[in-house]
């Protein structure tokens, strides 16, 4: 099956905007995941509504701009992401401004979570990719790849991220309830990727196509 693909000379630039996007939507789940809520009679925190837009822009890196320039925005991505979620996480702790002199004490329990949102981004990220690029190539239905990447990917991600940042938890509540938490946010954020990010892959992925195709540059065609 022939795919469209963004001009090789625009790649370096959009490798950019991906990179910030992917830091600004790992530093706001982070700061959100502190932040519970009740669902259904259901222990979840904000942050199971804002990480499935990493998804939808790993899948359409993919598409676009291929499997290995996908994981380069990973490997770009990453460091930056620790760095900053840790910092803002300090600053903001427990949904509030602490002042920029909490940065001279060191928050293990923040340092915990950014860590943990680290390693779940990584390892749910390249399974994404793997998932989402196997499928693409195998399957004529535009909208397999995405959805089989979400279902797989987000289950890595919310487990390694809730185990590593909560399991024995100085914070008595999220120590009690990481698990439930789990498996409520993961429901969560694959509802809202299947319904909502899974047609919005195809609407956005359709809408650049058709932008490319006026692209006064060459596009590249691939299979």
Same mark, same amino acid.
């Given at each position: ?63 676009? %701009? ?5 994981? *380069?925005?990973?490997? !770009? #991505?990453?460091?930056? $992401?620790?760095? =900053?979620?840790? &910092? ?40 994404? %990719? ?5 499928? *693409?190539?195998?399957? !004529? #239905?535009?909208?397999? $790849?995405?959805? =089989?990447?979400? &279902? ?72």
């Amino acid at each position: 099956m022939s795919l469209v693909q963004a001009p090789q000379s625009r790649v370096p630039f959009y490798l950019s905007l991906l990179v910030a996007l992917h830091i600004a939507i790992v530093i706001a789940s982070n700061y959100l995941v502190q932040l519970p809520i009740t669902l259904f009679g259901f222990h979840s925190t904000w942050g199971a509504f804002s990480f499935p837009f990493i998804f939808l822009a790993t899948d359409l890196t993919v598409r676009l %701009i291929g499997k290995a320039s996908a994981r *380069r925005v990973i490997t !770009r #991505a990453m460091l930056p $992401a620790l760095l =900053a979620s840790y &910092v803002v996480g300090v600053l903001f702790h427990e949904g509030h401004f602490n002042g920029l002199d909490a940065l001279g004490n060191f928050n293990g329990f923040v340092f915990r979570i950014a860590f943990a949102s680290f390693a779940a981004y990584v390892l749910g990220q390249l399974l994404d %990719i793997q998932v989402f690029d196997r499928i *693409r190539q195998q399957s !004529r #239905a535009w909208w397999l $790849a995405p959805a =089989a990447a979400s &279902v797989l990917g987000q289950a890595l991600d919310t487990a390694a991220f809730f185990a590593i940042a909560f399991w024995h938890s100085s914070n008595a509540f999220m120590a009690a309830n990481w698990v439930e938490i789990a498996w409520v946010d993961y429901v969560i954020k694959l509802t809202v990727s299947l319904l909502l990010f899974v047609p919005a892959y195809g609407v956005v992925l359709a809408a650049i196509v058709r932008w490319l195709r006026q692209d006064p540059l060459p596009l590249v065609t691939a299979r």
